[in-house]
């Protein structure tokens, strides 16, 4: 007799491990699940799940918790999401849902730039995100974005592996960004900011470059700026040659 039939979770209540079949919860059908007077739907789970990383971050996401959160047990859970991976899975794909697709256009690089700009914003919006985000992604909100991304690229005439290769910069290029920028911003005190400014600043015989550069620097370039002058560093990448 297993846990299942015991009435525990499905997975036994292993949350701790990554499981091997991390990332196909989109593979699977969502179980039958027990009627309940306000039912618990993976809709309410995922949305708790959201709040709660955005609150504790990754590492503070167990079922228990989110159990907690729902007024729920976490047998309750484990009948609509298999493991706390699927949780991770669903949750980044909803937040890929706050980026607005925009209607396609005459400008592909135009397409293009507003997508990465709305990605980019969703992410710091919800800093856990960017390192989740290179787990399988195979949720509708992910893939209806790669699939915008590649037509724009695609219209501008990239094809085979050059498309291969420059929507991985642009994504490579998105995470990278809000992940530095959260990580950066995160420190909220000035006087720290300033200070490793200064340490290098100080220093112009040992970082005459960096110095020269503003490295660090908010007051000269801001992030903004700089994301969109990248971005459109790897848009003039010939789609041929």
Do not use: C
């Not at 493991?83 to 697709?101: H, K, M, P, Y």
């Not at 209607?103 to 507003?114: E, I, L, N, P, S």
């Not at 959260?182 to 015989?205: F, G, K, L, N, S």
């Not at 020269?212 to 990248?230: I, M, V």
């Amino acid at each position: 007799m297993n846990a299942t039939e015991l009435g525990g979770p499905p997975d036994g209540g292993r949350e701790g491990r990554r499981a091997p079949d991390a990332g196909t919860v989109w593979l699977r059908d969502e179980p039958a699940r027990p009627r309940r007077a306000r039912p618990l739907t993976r809709e309410r789970i995922v949305g708790a799940a959201v709040t709660l990383l955005d609150e504790k971050g990754a590492d503070g996401l167990t079922m228990r918790h989110l159990a907690q959160r729902l007024a729920v047990t976490s047998t309750a859970l484990y009948w609509h999401v298999k493991t706390r991976d699927d949780v991770l899975d669903l949750a980044v794909d909803q937040i890929f849902g706050e980026v607005r697709l925009p209607d396609a256009g005459d400008d592909w690089r135009a397409d293009v730039r507003a997508l990465t700009s709305g990605w980019r914003a969703a992410m710091l919006r919800h800093p856990w995100a960017p390192s989740l985000v290179g787990r399988p992604m195979l949720g509708p909100n992910v893939l209806a974005r790669t699939e915008f991304l590649q037509a724009g690229l695609a219209r501008g005439g990239f094809t085979g592996a050059r498309l291969a290769v420059v929507t991985r910069l642009l994504a490579n290029y998105v995470i990278g960004a809000a992940l530095t920028e959260a990580t950066w911003h995160r420190t909220d005190d000035p006087d720290a900011r300033a200070a490793a400014r200064r340490h290098i600043a100080t220093d112009p015989a040992a970082y005459p470059t960096l110095v020269a550069s503003g490295h660090l620097d908010d007051g000269r370039w801001n992030d903004d700026e700089l994301f969109e002058r990248g971005v459109d560093a790897i848009l003039a990448i010939p789609p041929a040659g």
